[in-house]
């Protein structure tokens, strides 16, 4: 009889101490072991784990588990990692080892080959509809920008008025003085350290540093 590790895992610290989730994963995980005829050795948990941390201790101990004509089994994808790329790898150092990937929700088993070749493609599909989105994202950003739309905190410069980015007269000086130090050959550190020296606050910070000077001065460039 082949043997099936699996895995289990909720995100937040209430549903761990529920236990809800779990339990139900665990159900769908054992019927499926049962139904394929597939030895349960055990299942690995992570309770209150995000699914973005690819160092969590019961993952690791289950695919360590794994092994030849065994199956690491969970309830959905989205359990074992919210990255193509790091599922990628964990499908490979699987079939490295001889062993298979199950998810229940998505219905994949890559015991068949049906199943291996539905996995390949739900990972290009989801790398193709991040990759979609990071370009409206980046498309979107740049008509604000184009518009002086306020897109994100308000810059070191400008005043937000509305939904709009307007110049700020005063801190505009700043801007001005500070390239002009710069074009005199001033270090960032020195010009960091003579707009603390006369009192001049930056946007947020509780004063200047020679990381945000240079983010400005890359800004203004």
Not at 50 to 58: L, M, T, V, Y
Not at 66 to 89: F, I, P, W
Not at 92 to 112: Q, R
Request: glycine share 6%.
């Amino acid at each position: 009889m082949n043997k099936a590790i699996g895995y289990i895992r909720v995100s937040t610290q209430q549903q761990a101490d529920e236990g809800v989730s779990l339990d139900a994963q665990r159900a769908k995980i054992e019927a499926w072991c049962l139904a394929n005829d597939y030895e349960l050795s055990r299942i690995h948990c992570d309770s209150g784990i995000s699914g973005s941390k690819s160092d969590r201790a019961g993952l690791l101990q289950a695919i360590a588990q794994t092994g030849q004509d065994t199956a690491l089994v969970c309830y959905s994808l989205s359990r074992l990692t919210r990255s193509t790329k790091d599922m990628l790898h964990l499908s490979e150092e699987l079939s490295s080892k001889g062993a298979n990937l199950v998810s229940l929700t998505e219905k994949i088993d890559t015991t068949t080959a049906s199943g291996k070749m539905v996995f390949r493609m739900l990972a290009v599909l989801n790398e193709f509809e991040r990759d979609q989105i990071a370009e409206r994202t980046k498309t979107a950003l740049s008509h604000k920008k184009a518009n002086q739309d306020a897109y994100n905190h308000t810059p070191f410069g400008y005043q937000r008025v509305g939904n709009k980015f307007v110049k700020d007269v005063g801190e505009s000086k700043v801007i001005a003085l500070i390239l002009r130090k710069r074009k005199k050959g001033c270090s960032i550190r020195a010009i960091a350290d003579e707009l603390n020296s006369q009192g001049i606050k930056p946007k947020k910070a509780a004063k200047w540093n020679p990381s945000s000077v240079h983010y400005l001065l890359k800004r203004a460039a």
